[in-house]
């Protein structure tokens, strides 16, 4: 299996490499961080290259690209999992570039890279599976999340869309909403609510903790083991599915 990464230098990015590697996929790797390159020496056997570059820029997705082809030869499964979450700001302080920024990485971004791994899936005729990283508050709307669960949102209608466009062509399109991951964007979260609301970071971070049925934050582990089962034959009949990843909140 030939799989595509966006986000792999991230908490979740990283475990879903990992996954994919020891699984025996051969992956590239896609992150504005450099440290993409160094971070998976150790899982050099499957990373069969990598580009640091920006998902939300047309020229840079192009280049990377012609990268992914020379060391991969193909592509079956695109995983989009880069994304930022922006300023804590609410929608009525919040600065228009800020919000645009946000929409430009986790949905345009989302879409470059879904429309460049369909278009190579068409010609190779061989379908394949797009699986995307969307949001629990892409499906229920919190203070200070305004413009990050508006693009989550965008994300979940884009993978519904492009399910139908690409079915008839063997290509699955789907989409996991993690919550409550233990990964530095999660953690820079409570620091924020904290900060909105008087709190601690403790504070905040028991009352998740509270809020989650299971009774802990998730881990890249259980987001990257259910990106798998979906890029997986074992889901050859699911597409245009949102799978909450949240352990146990509900989301829409
Ligand atoms: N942590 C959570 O609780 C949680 C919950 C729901 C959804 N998510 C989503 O999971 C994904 C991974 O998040 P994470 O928690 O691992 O956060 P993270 O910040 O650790 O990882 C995000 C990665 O995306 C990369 N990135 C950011 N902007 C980029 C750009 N323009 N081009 C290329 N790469 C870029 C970052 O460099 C980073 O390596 C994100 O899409 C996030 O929205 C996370």
Known sequence: MRVV??????GIG????ARFV??????????????????LGSRADGVAGW????????????????????????????????????????????DPGDFRRVVEVNLVGTF????????????????????NV??????QGVVGGAAYGA?????SLLTQSMARELGPHG????????????????WDELRARAARTGTSFEVERQKVLREVPLGRHGTGTDVAAVVAWLASDDAAYVSGQTIGVNGGVLGS
Not at 14 to 17: G, P
Not at 25 to 35: C, E, K, W, Y
Not at 123 to 130: E, K, L, N, V
């Open 134 to 139: 969307a949001s629990l508050f892409g499906q």
């Open 151 to 155: 693009s989550k949102a965008g994300v």
């Open 14 to 17: 990283e475990a879903i490499t």
């Open 112 to 131: 470059l890279w879904s429309r460049a791994g369909a278009r190579q899936m068409l010609r190779q005729a061989t379908g394949g599976a797009i699986v």
């Open 171 to 186: 290509i699955r399109v789907n989409a996991v909403a993690p919550g409550h991951i233990a990964t530095e964007m999660h």
């Open 51 to 94: 580009a640091v570059a920006d998902v939300s820029c047309v020229e840079d997705v192009n280049a990377a690209m012609q990268e992914v082809l020379v060391s991969l030869g193909g592509i079956d499964v695109v995983v989009n999992c880069a994304g930022i979450g922006g300023p804590a700001s609410t929608a009525a302080t919040m």
């Open 22 to 39: 020891s699984d025996g996929a051969r992956a590239f790797l896609v992150d504005l961080d450099p440290s993409v390159a160094a971070l």
């Open 5 to 10: 990464v966006t986000g792999a230098a991230g």
